[in-house]
């Protein structure tokens, strides 16, 4: 099963009358997985368990996990955080007298710090319905984050399998005219041979071996099975239910350096722009490719 590096997926969870958890998780392309995290300061303690429930679910990408707190009804209209507020004013105050300043403390300006107005603060009775609060939604933030990257990597999977049966087309079409090339190139270079008036005597060893060693360079035979190769493998791939990303980027490299290959070895005019035409659709299955996880 295909899945796409790119997702979002969002969880909720209550914890205290009219204060729930909000959970986003959302990533973006990258080689190895690398999570950052926004958490409350009262849930930092929990950033090492989701981390490790994040691992779960994905193995590579660029993961953005933010957690916020979000109150409703009385709750989220008036509740002030009185001990936050007193704390911050008595910072503000020993500051004030620290630096010598005379202003005062403007308490107005105050509550539009994050945290001070419309939130219940945590405490140590509700903090364990916090951290299972936090463990549910994330949960639910995953499995949503999941859903998105499936249906996203199914659309890919078609794609993929779209681009695939135009490069067995393109080989298809290099196959007969690269077929009987080095027995066609051996006969030429006895011909010119000849033609020159130069001896190539059944006896002759030396010249010979060196007749079927040119000829052989220009046999494709080895490329076309290997790119077939590589096309069955590709198509494994695409029904593993592992992450194939690494795999699958792997096998472009090969199938790049195999369709090379045989374009310098046939050096035909007729089978160049068949080649630039694989090689073009190649590119663009690489670049989808790096959106798999």
Same mark, same amino acid.
């Given at each position: 099963?295909?899945?796409?590096?790119?997702?979002?997926?969002?969880?909720?969870?209550?914890?205290?009358?009219?204060q729930h958890l909000v959970v986003e998780v959302s990533s973006v392309n990258r080689k190895q997985l690398e999570v950052r995290t926004a958490f409350p300061p009262e849930l930092v303690s929990q950033e090492i368990p989701a981390r490790?429930?994040?691992?779960?679910? #994905?193995?590579?990408?660029?993961?953005?996990?933010?957690?916020?707190v979000n109150s409703t009804g009385a709750a989220g209209q008036g509740a002030v955080n009185r001990e936050l507020l007193r704390s911050l004013i008595r910072e503000c105050q020993e500051m004030r007298r620290e630096f010598g300043l005379q202003d005062e403390v403007a308490v107005e300006t105050?509550?539009?710090?994050?945290?001070?107005?419309?939130?219940?603060?945590?405490?140590?009775? &509700?903090?364990?319905?916090?951290?299972?609060?936090?463990?549910?939604?994330?949960r639910g933030a995953l499995e949503k984050f999941q859903e998105m990257r499936t249906v996203e990597g199914e659309a890919l999977r078609r794609d993929f399998a779209g681009r695939l049966a135009v490069l067995e087309?393109?080989?298809?079409?290099?196959?007969?005219?690269?077929?009987?090339?080095?027995?066609?190139?051996?006969?030429?270079?006895?011909?010119?041979?000849?033609?020159?008036?130069?001896?190539t005597g059944a006896d002759d060893d030396r010249l010979l071996k060196e007749v079927l060693f040119y000829a052989d360079k220009s046999d494709v035979t080895e490329e076309i099975t290997r790119l077939r190769s590589h096309f069955a493998?590709?198509?494994?791939?695409?029904?593993?239910?592992?992450?194939?990303?690494?795999?699958?980027?792997?096998?472009?490299?090969?199938?790049?350096?195999? #369709?090379?290959?045989?374009? &310098?070895?046939?050096? #035909?005019p007729t089978v160049s722009p068949l080649v630039v035409a694989f090689k073009c659709e190649l590119e663009k299955l690489r670049e989808q490719i790096q959106n798999v996880e």
């Open positions: 099963m295909l899945r796409s590096m790119t997702g979002f997926g969002k969880g909720e969870a209550s914890f205290v009358e009219g490790k429930m994040v691992q779960e679910y #994905i193995s590579r990408g660029a993961v953005q996990l933010r957690v916020s105050l509550m539009s710090v994050p945290g001070v107005l419309g939130a219940t603060p945590f405490s140590p009775e &509700n903090q364990p319905a916090a951290v299972e609060a936090l463990e549910t939604a994330l087309k393109l080989l298809g079409e290099i196959e007969p005219q690269v077929s009987g090339l080095a027995a066609s190139i051996r006969e030429r270079l006895l011909e010119k041979l000849a033609a020159e008036k130069i001896p493998q590709f198509r494994r791939f695409l029904d593993e239910t592992k992450p194939v990303g690494r795999s699958l980027d792997f096998l472009m490299q090969e199938l790049f350096r195999e #369709i090379t290959t045989l374009g &310098n070895k046939a050096g #035909i």
